[in-house]
């Protein structure tokens, strides 16, 4: 997927599939977002990075953490974003440069601007035989020096706040998760892009298992029934933009 916009202006965005995504900024760090570069959707050639600056983590579960502890010990990062209760289980494991912040919070990070967003919908860790507390979960608006700024929502359920949201940071790019199930399907999606009122949006969080069903063409005639005004990208696995 190619784009005309100045590469100056925004990242390069890597879909590594589900929810992880690779933003290479512009001036060479590579932030990563729920690290989960094992995935099953993930193209074998991507699970390697050679590089990551920042890690940012928006709640416990498996398909957003799992490879954190692993990815944190071989490249180092600077700083790795979650709210306590996650920071406090990843200092437990060795992770280095942790970062807290919670809802609502704003930190640098990287140049950038970050801000953790209010979800609905769980946290909890696996470690061993145990479920860890993990937190309220979140999502993460990141705005770039050159003011473009991009939303990765997290895992969540329509809520009337993104309308708030929407206007707070007038998001260029959204990251939505469509899969139901476990967050809001399509139709719920949509009603999110609307609140949001963005310009472009990537659906996340589909297609990795048989019970995430919700689809991306799904999702664009759910958007086109609401008469919605925002492009959708869809983007595979390993696809970049």
């Not at 799992?66 to 490249?75: G, K, P, Y």
């Not at 640098?108 to 967003?117: D, I, R, S």
């Not at 995430?212 to 696809?239: N, S, W």
Request: aromatic share 8%.
């Amino acid at each position: 997927m190619e784009d005309v916009m100045n590469e100056s202006k925004r990242p390069r965005f890597t879909y590594l599939g589900h929810s992880t995504l690779r933003c290479d900024l512009p001036g060479g760090d590579v932030m990563l977002i729920d690290p989960w570069v094992n995935n099953p959707s993930c193209p074998e050639q991507l699970k390697q990075l050679e590089r990551i600056d920042a890690m940012l983590i928006t709640h416990g579960h498996f398909d957003h953490i799992s490879d954190a502890v692993e990815l944190a010990q071989r490249h180092h990062p600077g700083v790795v974003v979650a709210n306590p209760e996650i920071c406090h289980w990843l200092d437990s494991k060795g992770v280095e440069n942790l970062r807290e912040m919670n809802i609502g919070g704003e930190i640098e990070v990287l140049g950038c601007k970050v801000t953790m967003t209010w979800t609905l919908h769980s946290s909890g860790i696996v470690d061993g035989d145990q479920m860890v507390y993990g937190g309220n979960p979140g999502g993460f608006i990141v705005e770039l020096p050159g003011g473009f700024t991009f939303y990765h929502v997290g895992d969540t359920d329509l809520f009337s706040d993104l309308q708030l949201i929407g206007e707070l940071h007038q998001p260029d790019l959204v990251f939505m998760p469509i899969g139901d199930n476990y967050t809001m399907g399509p139709k719920r999606a949509a009603h999110a892009c609307r609140l949001l009122n963005a310009d472009k949006v990537v659906p996340i969080h589909w297609g990795t298992f048989p019970i995430l069903t919700g689809t991306p063409d799904a999702f664009a005639r759910q958007l086109a029934d609401l008469g919605v005004d925002c492009e959708l990208l869809i983007m595979q696995p390993g696809d970049v933009y």
